[in-house]
């Protein structure tokens, strides 16, 4: 029997806004616990609920994002469970009326276009973090109470633990293109809970499915959905049942672990938020939103292709961060040839910040020097070995290329003289290879270019070595 895999994503997103949802405190990571905290966020009787515009603002940028309906009436709800770091003892969420509905995200799996259909986007307030110390003593910081939280739902439309991925990235790249939240997945900023089912190939019935949570990273993403799914088939093949259930990703071991089953699921005995008053979105408002949507990713690569003839692979690439293809076209605008351009990024920019654990905000390279970079190239004044050896001294020292090239002395040889001279010496080492040439094997001249450029320590214009050579042997 051959099995499908059917999986739903539930995506929290963190909202970038400067205060709480509900209150003025502030959302900024990483303070000394608890002192970003007031009666609101608290939770202390008599107290009342703001909410904040922004973040209602940043759920329709987001919808609009990913083509959901924005629903002109929304309303919060009470989600009503008791735990330590939720001192309200319920969470104020959009449940029967969330803020956008019905939407999709397309995906490029291997060359081909899969649209992910969104179910709903709603606004909620984040809970605390309980800090369980090696003391033995539990701690609970409220800081965290409150953040505005976004949470995107997808339908079932996912087949693979490797679209997961996929749909995971593309959603936070959207995210950071609007600036509604930084995507940082280890801080947790984006979370998700991953949901997914088995059934035989061709049927139409969804199985029972089983919820992943705890996964903060792409990799883990796939890596617990493909344990999920062998768990599954194994059961299934066992004759024995799925029983829904809530299981905790362990990346120690690399398995999932139930941690509770549908009976034990709370009844959250949702209703209507009493303290707030529906939010109601109007035309103006959603079209002033458009006015102000940044360019997405999907145009921005037709775009890059059209305008720069750049292939699909590359213009992808460059579009995963927005300051990366920004960094692209002005480097483009500075007269660099795009294709160029985009081969020095891809290969010895990204490696460069990679090595460094940096993001392209934070390069020291500027675009203008890269193509002073590549200019002493197409002018033939350093070939590109060198070139890449200039490259990193650039990246290093942010001196110009030009003075770098002066400095060390990295000029190409292009003096036919000079050349000739390091060909005859290469030749008259090597007997053995030029008779083997002279006997037809042509392929040898890839050995003498090599003898040459190791003479002239990779500095001689390898075109002319070329020509130079060949003239040199049938003589
Ligand atoms: P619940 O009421 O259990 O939270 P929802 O209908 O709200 O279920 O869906 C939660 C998530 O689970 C959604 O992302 C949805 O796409 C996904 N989902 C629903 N049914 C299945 C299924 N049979 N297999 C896999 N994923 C599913
Ligand atoms: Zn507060
Ligand atoms: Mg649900």
Redesign the pocket.
Known sequence: MQYEA?????VHAQLLTESKIFCSCSTQFGSEPNTQVCPVCLGMPGVLPVLNKKAVEYTIKTGLAMNCKITPYSRFARKNYFYPDLPKGYQISQYELPLCEDGFLEINVDGEKRKIRI?RIHLEEDAGKNIHDASGYSFVDFNRTGVPLMEI????DIRSPKEASLYMKKLRTILRYLGVCDGNLEQGSLRCDA???IRPVGSKE??V?TEIKNINSFRFVEKALEYEIKRQIKLIERGEKIIQETRLWDAVTGTTQSMRSKEEAHDYRYFPEPDLVPVSVSEEWIEKIKTEMPELPDSKIERLMKNYGLPLYDAEILTEEKALSEWFEEAVRFGGKPKEVANWIMVELLRILNEEGKEITESSLKPQQLVELLELVEKGTINRNTAKEVFEEVYKTGKSATVIVQEKGLTQISDDSILMEAIKEVIAKNPKEVERFKQGEEKLIGFFVGQVMKITKGKANPKMVNELVLKALKE
Not at 6 to 10: Q, R, S
Not at 153 to 156: A, K, M, N, T
């Open positions: 059917v999986i739903g994503l539930e179910k739902v997808s339908e079932p949901n997914v089912s969804f199985g499915k």
